[in-house]
Structure formats: structure tokens, C-alpha cells
């Protein structure tokens, strides 16, 4: 248990509709990061979040949105679904700088038909 | 815009041998590089980091050389062990002042035994 719960594990839903993904970090953890990874793609950031505030913005679509709660979890909201969606969905967290690493969930696997 | 490259998908080593995975990137301003290491149906784990300042580091079987001049880091594993069989991403972070980190698409080691 790498300490970030990352709810649900799995995902089916059809296309046009609308999902929340949540992410708890680790405790003590301010920072909360959003990633996907495609079928054969790397981890590409999508938005990271500090003690409720929107930090850093990467390659997320319009209809993707996310925050951060005052106790610190985060929920990623993705609507109006296509079938290109379909990914792994990380969130990780990290309490400072750039060198200590995130901790990672195990991921939501989302699979839009 | 692939600012953090695996150029090798998969690699495949003998157990007890030396495993290279290599990474390029084309950012100066990122001032850490780290390699996370990724079972499937789990999360990355964080393996080990290098600051910009430094050109190698070392933990275990696992060392990080990066030569900053060429815009190339390596990982080493040696030895190699069946068990270390895995998906490895380097990652770069720094640039533009956040924590966020660029992932490479990942490079497949097999450790045959």
C-alpha cells in the first residue's frame, strides 16, 4: 500500500457520459498530481494541485476538470466521453521538492465503450 | 512535444548481467531526473533521482549517470534479477518552476533467468 488511494480500480462507461475519478493522497502529503497513461503511451500530466489550489496545467482536454478538497483529496471529473479516453488514470502525491519522487496510486483503469 | 525520450521499448538481459536503460531530453531547465519502476496493475514506484548538479548516483544495484552536455541520463542495474523485470520511465522535473514531471513512454526490461 503505497499510502494514495485511488477509487474505483475500474471503470466501464459509454461514450457521451460523465465519471469522477477521487484520489486520497498520503498523509501529510499537500500536493496532488493527475496523470494519464494511454495504451502504449508514458504518463502524460494532466493537472497538479496544492493545498487546494490549481499549481501546474499540462495536456488536459476541456471537458476534463479537477480540484482539491480542504481535506485534501482530489476528484478528477472527465465528460462527455470518447472512446480515446479510454487510459489509466494516476494520481500521486508529494510533499516538496522536485527530487523526493511522487508516491503513485495503483490507478483507475477507464474503459469507455 | 516529447521533451523526455526512451528511444527502447523493451530490453531483454540475462540474470547477473548488467541492464542499461537510457533516456534523452531536450529541456536545459529541468534540475532533477528521476526513474520510476512500474509492475503491471500497480502503480510507478519511485526508484532513484539525480539533481542537475550531480553526474552519477548510487543506491544498491541501481546507479544514475547524467551527463548533462549530451542531454543523457542512464540507469544501471547490475546485477540484473529476474524479479527487477519491469516497465522503467525516467522522468524530468524543474522546468517552468513546478514539480510536475515529464515521463518518458517507458522502456520494457525482461531479467531472464
Known amino acids: 500500500d503505497s499510502g494514495v488511494t485511488q477509487t474505483p480500480k475500474h471503470l466501464i462507461t459509454a461514450t457521451g457520459q460523465r465519471v469522477t475519478l477521487r484520489c486520497s493522497p498520503r498523509?501529510?502529503?499537500?500536493?496532488v498530481y493527475w496523470y494519464q497513461q494511454s495504451l502504449d503511451q508514458g504518463l502524460q500530466f494532466l493537472i497538479q494541485?496544492?493545498?487546494?489550489?490549481?499549481?501546474a496545467k499540462g495536456n488536459i482536454l476541456e471537458r476534463f476538470s479537477a480540484q482539491q478538497f480542504p481535506d485534501l483529496h482530489s476528484e478528477l471529473n472527465l465528460s462527455s466521453l470518447e472512446l480515446g479516453d479510454s487510459a489509466l488514470y494516476f494520481c500521486?502525491?508529494?510533499?516538496?521538492?522536485?527530487?523526493?519522487?511522487?508516491?503513485f496510486g495503483s490507478g483507475t483503469r477507464l474503459t469507455v465503450v | 512535444d516529447q521533451q523526455v525520450k526512451q528511444n527502447s521499448p523493451s530490453l531483454s538481459v540475462q540474470e547477473g548481467r548488467i541492464s542499461i536503460l537510457n533516456c534523452d531530453y531536450t529541456n536545459s531547465m529541468f534540475d532533477y531526473f528521476l526513474w520510476y519502476k512500474k509492475y503491471p496493475a500497480e502503480g510507478p514506484t519511485f526508484l532513484i533521482s539525480?539533481?542537475?548538479?550531480?553526474d552519477k548516483n548510487e543506491d544498491g544495484r541501481f546507479t544514475v549517470f547524467l551527463n548533462k552536455s549530451a542531454k543523457h541520463l542512464s540507469l544501471h542495474i547490475v546485477p540484473s534479477q529476474p524479479g527487477d523485470s519491469a516497465v522503467y520511465f525516467c522522468?524530468?522535473?524543474?522546468?517552468?518552476?513546478?514539480?510536475?514531471?515529464?515521463f518518458g513512454t517507458g522502456t520494457r526490461l525482461k531479467v531472464l533467468a
Open positions: 494541485y496544492y493545498n487546494g489550489e490549481e499549481r
Open positions: 500521486a502525491s508529494s510533499g516538496g521538492w522536485g527530487g523526493n519522487g511522487y508516491t
Open positions: 522522468a524530468a522535473s524543474g522546468a517552468g518552476g513546478t514539480y510536475k514531471y515529464i
Open positions: 539525480i539533481s542537475s548538479i550531480k
Open positions: 498523509s501529510g502529503d499537500l500536493s
